[in-house]
């Protein structure tokens, strides 16, 4: 959706390569773990397997919304807890120095887990969230250190022991045990009031996770004091009775994340291959938002300048959004004019800049969807996008040109032809003619270098007759030996492939005159199959390639969007050969 999370393109193979080696890194950890703490007289056997399942457990989850939200922080956050686990689970380890590190990090995953639980979905904490969160790692952290330096413990956990303060100890261990039960009663408050004020629609795909939130935080204190003494469990026993409870919070995350919760992919930059796909092939815009950001509530609003509201996609009137809500609204823009907005659900995306930055890439099809709704003004759904961003670029540059053409050189003509008037006018004083003349040179000279700038824009061949005409009167300037073939019959097709075509053909034709040393060239376009097939061939030194040709790097990606593809043949001294394809239907 991009600097930032626009403007760029998304790197998916390298994001899924790191992702690899994370959790490979992780498998191998787990096993290596197991083998260092096999020893059954040092910890219970159901905790030798549970601290690395866990951790394993966490991993997927936190690699899977890794790889559907790479801009949330959740994903990071699941992995941080599966390498809390994996630390905690160092207390049954061989080495002096991995025990150690268990020791100090020996209640870190419930740190992680209060944190994980307060910045869902939106992976930031607010409000309350953020003193809970920061003294839930005190607890777990700062409060752990008399429990390791001050305990009479056996080898090899008293590697960190300086002294023995039995009474200490027995304070410390008091203080933490109360203050964490009070961490995970605050959890549980926050929770329930979030889970109460969620709106209806989004609680079916929040609760699952809240709601078990609920139970597993409470579960912590709830097995401590109550389980244990009723149930006459020792620590092990409490242990597994808290992990068992805590290692359903990623897979309720799963759960949420497989119903909608988050997007389908990592990036609002994906909105550009939502733009560049067939018609066929997407979702309607606000559902692709709403993929796309991960908020299944999102809402498209329509601006309708002339009433002064915003309108749905079936035409009737919405808004204003109630004061104190949890809804948020981000205007779109398109050349300074307000054409739109993004209704969102504020709890969910905390940072409106994103929803701004998706706003940015589709402001383009968000107009023509607005103009939909403007027109229509009837209840129904409206139709899948049918263009794409390089047409309505394409559009853009159609109606400037026309406007330089029809306007602005039109005047320049007509005030050449008064100057002439006045230059020719026998009652004129000569200076007064000379001056007039001099204006008409002026304008003469303005009213071609326009004419070049149209030209540089849109050629006015390729408007008023299409693709053919416009190559060949291209071609007929070039000063080498240039053959040109086209289809039968010379239909007009669609606008945004003709102008993706022409200037692919002029940029070959015009580096083959820059750096070929050619002195024939060939172009050859054909329809076959519902496809523009274009070939242009010199007789040239070759070495050429997209990245080196000028502009024809650019011009590639431009037909990409389009669902083509422009290929280079040019091995050195074979001359070079280009080759578009791209599927269209002639108009």
Known sequence: MAGGVLGTRASAPGLDAALAFIAFLFAGLGLVEMVLTTEPSRASAWLLILTPLLAWIYCAAGLLAWRRRPSNRLGLLLVIGAAAWLGAGLTGAHEPALVAAGLVLATSPLAVVVHLVHAFPSGELRGASRPIVAFGYVVALGMQVPLYLYADAPAPYDVLAVADRPGLVTLATWVQGTSGALVMVATTVVLVRRLRDVEPRRRRVLAPLLGYGVVAVLMVPFASHVLGPLLHLDDNGIDVTQMVALAGIPVAFVLVLLRGGFGRTGEVQELGAWLSSG?????????????????PTLELWFWVPGRERYVDGAGGVVGPLPSGGHRGLVEVELGGDRIGAIVYDATLLADPETVRGAGRVVALALERERLTAELLG??????????????????????????????????????????????????????????????????????????????????????????????????????????????????????????????????????????????????????????????????????????????????????????????????????????????????
């Open 378 to 587: 009837t209840r129904e759904v409206l139709r899948h996008t049918l263009t794409r961003v390089v047409e309505s670029a394409d559009q853009e540059r159609r109606r400037i040109a026309r406007d330089l053409h029809d306007g602005l050189q039109s005047r320049l003509v007509l005030l050449g032809v008064e100057a002439y008037e006045i230059e020719t006018d026998p009652t004129a004083s000569p200076s007064l003619s000379q001056a007039a003349r001099r204006l008409r040179k002026g304008l003469d000279d303005g009213a071609g270098e326009l004419r070049r700038l149209v030209h540089g824009v849109l050629p006015a061949a390729l408007i008023e007759r299409g693709l053919y005409a416009a190559t060949e009167e291209f071609v007929a300037q070039l000063p080498i030996r240039t053959s040109v073939s086209f289809p039968s019959g010379g239909a007009r097709l669609p606008a945004a492939i003709e102008s993706a075509a022409y200037f692919v053909v002029t940029e070959a034709l015009t580096n083959t005159l820059k750096h070929a040393y050619a002195d024939e060239a060939r172009v050859h376009m054909e329809l076959r199959g519902g496809r523009l097939r274009i070939a242009v061939t010199d007789n040239g030194v070759g070495g050429a390639s997209p990245e080196t040709a000028g502009g024809l790097d650019g011009l590639a990606d431009r037909v990409a969007a389009l669902g083509g593809r422009v290929d280079v043949d040019s091995p050195p001294g074979g001359g070079t050969t280009l080759l578009m394809e791209v599927p269209c239907v002639s108009s």
């Open 279 to 295: 018609p066929g092939a997407r979702p309607a815009l606000a559902q692709a938002l709403a993929e796309t950001l991960g908020d």
